[in-house]
């Protein structure tokens, strides 16, 4: 049974940097591209960015360039997600992802965390 | 950037009604698609990929179908379970994205 569980969030003020965690179990990580998704509080999903099985290769969302960055440490079974000066918008519930299938570029996620909430506010 | 519309954003049906969410792409996706179904305060959970290829799982009055830029997401006869949020996604290139959602309430 895969395992994804988030951690991380937690209030912030605008500005500052933060550095979500998602930690897998249950299967074999090291095999599978991983993304990140989040959610703001009412509203849709927007997918954030995705990583390669290697953590050579990240995609982000345009809106998210420059300001987040995804990596993976393979040996701890760890996903990342780094994300600079903070703003309003980026409150959201996080959640990390297992790419279920690709069309060979992006993917489809069939495993899903329970997600970490983050909130921007001073 | 491809976008993803879907239609209507909130439908209200009652159980044993057979309902009818579209999606459609700003431009050809060919198949793919996926579905997704999600309850309030939990995760999504993924329903079809591939435009029409049901998940393990879950239940057969769930279909898909499209290609291109027109996608439905058909459940034939509404449990009690299904009354949840629906969203499509794109995975055609990236940056893959998600339409806006479909909230399925009960009549």
């Known amino acids: 049974q895969v395992r994804l569980v988030e951690s991380g969030g937690g209030v912030v003020q605008p500005g500052t940097s933060l550095r979500l965690s998602c930690a897998a179990s249950?299967?074999?990580?090291?095999?599978?591209?991983m993304h990140w998704v989040r959610q703001p509080p009412g509203k849709g999903l927007e997918w954030v960015a995705g990583?390669?099985?290697?953590?050579?290769?990240?995609h982000y969302a345009d809106s998210e360039k420059g300001r987040f960055t995804i990596s993976r440490d393979n040996s701890k079974n760890t996903l990342y997600l780094q994300v600079s000066s903070l703003r309003d918008e980026d409150t959201a519930v996080y959640y990390c992802?297992?790419?279920?299938?690709?069309?060979?570029?992006?993917?489809?996620?069939?495993?899903w965390g329970q997600g970490t909430l983050v909130t921007v506010s001073s | 950037d491809i976008q993803m519309t879907q239609s209507p954003s909130t439908l209200s049906a009652s159980v044993g009604d057979r309902v009818t969410i579209t999606c459609r792409a700003s431009?050809?996706?060919?198949?793919?698609l996926a579905w997704y179904q999600q309850k309030p305060g939990k995760a999504p959970k993924l329903l079809i990929n591939?435009?029409?290829s049901l998940e393990s799982g879950v239940p057969s009055r769930f279909s898909g179908s499209g290609s291109g830029t027109e996608f439905t997401l058909t459940i034939g006869s509404l449990q009690p379970d299904d009354f949840a949020t629906y969203y499509c996604?794109?995975?055609?290139?990236?940056?893959?994205?998600f339409g806006q959602g479909t909230k399925l309430e009960i009549k």
């Open positions: 992802a297992t790419e279920g299938g690709s069309s060979g570029h992006a993917g489809y996620f069939d495993y």
């Open positions: 249950e299967f074999t990580f090291s095999s599978y591209v």
């Open positions: 990583i390669s099985v290697d953590g050579t290769g990240e």
């Open positions: 431009q050809s996706i060919s198949t793919w």
């Open positions: 591939q435009a029409s």
């Open positions: 996604q794109h995975y055609n290139s990236y940056p893959c994205s």
